[in-house]
């Protein structure tokens, strides 16, 4: 459809102008860039061993089963290749370059030998692919782009907002020390390994794309991608940089004290802008860890027909979610107030992208429009009341709590409630 190849054509011609000026930004401000970044992926050391591995596990759901294993033991011999040679020169250990040359390969062979479902099928597993090792780049550079952006930070206000929620960070964190190194371990592999989970829910979403060639309107991978772009947007406005580093010895001497996570600061009526140094990202407000692993979890409840995915996916979903929000607050990355912003911000996503065959009737409009006005209202009372919340904690706590639960509510029952009105797809076409 016409409409369809224009959305393409301007995604592909907007990434490699992206990619191009935050290269341009990096290279003037001494930072590693995208393009150079993915330059290392191929001939050099790779930046991360899981992005590459889990772009190439989405691009193998659109090949055969023969197929994929010829992809993952080409891109599995390419990684022992690099590595040898990069063990001989004295390099660190490091794994990534095979799966991205593969799954390079996979849209070169694609393109030019294949024809049509299967050419379809697999460049399009490809596009997800290369969109989430991009997005990762992009993701890199936005860190440095927050500390250009905000030399100042406002963690004096959140910590005040959250002395009103129960100073959650402060709490986890002592839970996190007193279990000891095997809680820590499991909670900081599942925090940084979150491409894993979505690419295990998403190969679920897809398994059976190969076999019947129709896509389902909406999956994992678009509320992933969605989120990575519009939430960083926050990042600069709101600069804050978390309790390990304002309140704790990571602030290398910027910290306003060293109190995470035993002590619970005391409090302070005059808050403002706290200038920080350029080492630690303003990556906290709204908590994009929580966000993806909502989406995580919201995705592995059903698949695309409505039909119950299975218990064991269920119990994955749920105990991701759980480890992420221990872990964002346990090890001082995040206050509570950023968690609450974290989920509006994927609710208020989801429900702009789920059931696109039912077009933005009023039931869409309103949640989306809801989800934002009370974003909004979540910053705009962070920075400007957050005295106010230290001042009456118990009244300001409930209405944070009430506000997101009855979002939480509207969510679910626009949803995924059994009694939710149903989608009448006539309809949706006359729209």
Known sequence: ????????????????????????????????????????????????????????????????????????????????????????????????????????????????????????????AAALGILLVLSSKVAEVWLFVTVLAGPQVLDEHLVLVDHALGDPSWLMGQVVEFFGPVLYHVLHWVYIELPVGAMIVTIWQLRNVVKTGAWPSHYLVRTFLVVGLIGPIFYVIFPVVGPMFAYGSAGLGFQVGDYWPHVVPPIDFTPGAL????????????????????????????DASGAPAPRWLRWGGTFWLIATLAATLGFGYHYGADLVAGVVVLLAIESALREPERGWDRVRIRLVAAGAALLAALLLSYRYLSVAYAEYPVPAALVIITLLTAYITAFYRTWFAADREPVRIEETARA
């Not at 290279?27 to 899981?50: A, K």
């Not at 490091?94 to 593969?102: F, K, M, Q, R, S």
């Not at 303003?282 to 995580?296: D, V, Y």
């Open 275 to 302: 200038p920080f140094g350029d080492f630690a990202p303003r990556n906290c407000m709204p908590s994009l860890h929580t966000a993806w692993a909502l989406s995580i979890f919201v995705h592995s409840r059903r």
């Open 1 to 124: 459809m016409p409409s369809r190849r224009i959305r393409i054509t301007a995604v592909l011609a907007a990434v490699p102008v992206l990619l191009i000026a935050l290269q341009i930004v990096a290279s003037r401000n001494g930072f590693l860039g995208p393009v150079e970044s993915l330059w290392l992926d191929y001939t050099g050391t790779p930046r991360s061993v899981t992005v590459p591995w889990a772009g190439l596990g989405l691009a193998l759901i659109g090949l055969s089963w023969r197929r994929r294993f010829i992809a993952v033991g080409a891109a599995a011999g390419i990684d022992i290749a690099y590595q040898v040679v990069r063990t001989l020169l004295g390099g660190p250990l490091a794994l990534g370059n095979g799966p991205v040359i593969v799954l390079t390969g996979i849209v070169i062979i694609a393109a030019w030998r294949w024809r049509d479902k299967e050419r379809g099928n697999a460049l399009h």
